[in-house]
């Protein structure tokens, strides 16, 4: 609980401990299959992040069944089901609640070697930084509600946030990850900012190393954003220092709130070329070096 992990992990046996996690969200979009594909995908992230492979999931369903017949909820939990059983686990049940506004998600339990689990506080100095899916599905999403995105960008978003992190996880096991989470809710800065404290070490990020969705700076640079990106940008406080000379509609990137987004992970710089390589060959096509770990300096998070 101290360093914030992504999810709880239960020591059963010498060679076995669980994984849980829950997270539920509200629509991103209007395709219900879509939006339950996109939740459990987000839900299952966690498991992931702590190097962990899911085994079941149960549903979490807040639904206004007085406003929307149920083929809208047998469609959402369809989707989930698609990726659920993608990532090789078993829907087992849920529970649903009658509510104003649907809300999806799942309870995931998992399984991790003890001694292989991912920390997200645990980076060392001379760390290398990977980053596996592009940012900007934030601003893509209230974009889309004011009409102003693009058809292509939308679908290339969706495609994004709808991907497993299980590749990435499963690729890196062959790897001596050091550190590991996932970029959700608090954004790129608000997690790196818990990886950074932590590990009391700086994480030193490359503005122009981040992988963007399509149109989501433009986004930015047009005034639009999110209800979450002020308070990103609180939490981190002065602990995220800017030495790069960007617009502040370019730095806002970093603040947006992702659904379903990459895994950020610390390698030591010896196994970043091979990793990548593995990543790529795994179609893990976005996965770059966005960074590196530093001794611990006058900020936590510096973005050059």
Not at 42 to 67: C, E, I, Q, R, W
Not at 190 to 201: F, I
Request: aromatic share 6%; glycine share 8%.
């Amino acid at each position: 609980m101290e360093t914030a992990d992504d999810a709880g992990v239960y020591q059963l046996t010498e060679d076995t401990a669980l994984v849980q996690t829950v997270d539920f969200i509200t629509p991103p979009v209007d395709d219900p299959f879509v939006f339950g594909q996109v939740a459990a995908a987000n839900a299952l992230s966690d498991v992931y992040a702590m190097g962990g492979k899911p085994l079941t999931a149960l549903n979490l369903v807040g639904f206004p069944s007085h406003d929307l017949p149920l083929a809208v909820l047998e469609r959402i939990i369809a989707g989930a089901l698609s990726k659920v059983h993608e990532a090789g686990a078993v829907l087992a049940g849920g529970h649903s609640t009658e509510d104003e506004e649907p809300k999806f998600g799942l309870s995931v339990t998992g399984v991790v070697h003890p001694k292989r689990i991912w920390r997200n506080s645990t980076a060392q100095v001379g760390d290398k930084l990977i980053l596996t899916k592009p940012l900007g599905s934030g601003v893509l999403f209230n974009a889309n509600r004011k009409a102003l995105v693009s058809p292509g960008a939308l679908e290339q978003c969706l495609r994004i946030i709808t991907t497993l992190n299980r590749a990435p996880a499963e690729t890196l096991q062959a790897f001596p990850v050091h550190a590991c989470t996932d970029i959700t809710g608090f954004g790129l800065a608000g997690h790196v900012y818990e990886m950074a404290k932590g590990a009391t070490l700086t994480f030193r990020l490359n503005m122009a190393h981040l992988p963007v969705m399509d149109e989501a700076l433009d986004m930015y640079r047009r005034g639009i954003t999110t209800g979450v990106n002020a308070s990103n940008r609180e939490l981190v406080g002065t602990q995220a220092r800017f030495i790069s000379e960007l617009p502040e509609w370019h730095r806002e990137i970093v603040f947006d709130p992702q659904t379903s987004g990459g895994l950020m992970v610390a390698l030591p710089a010896d196994h970043v070329a091979r990793a990548l390589q593995a990543l790529h060959h795994a179609g893990v096509e976005a996965a770059r070096v966005v960074g590196e770990v530093l001794p611990l300096g006058s900020a936590l998070v510096e973005f050059v």
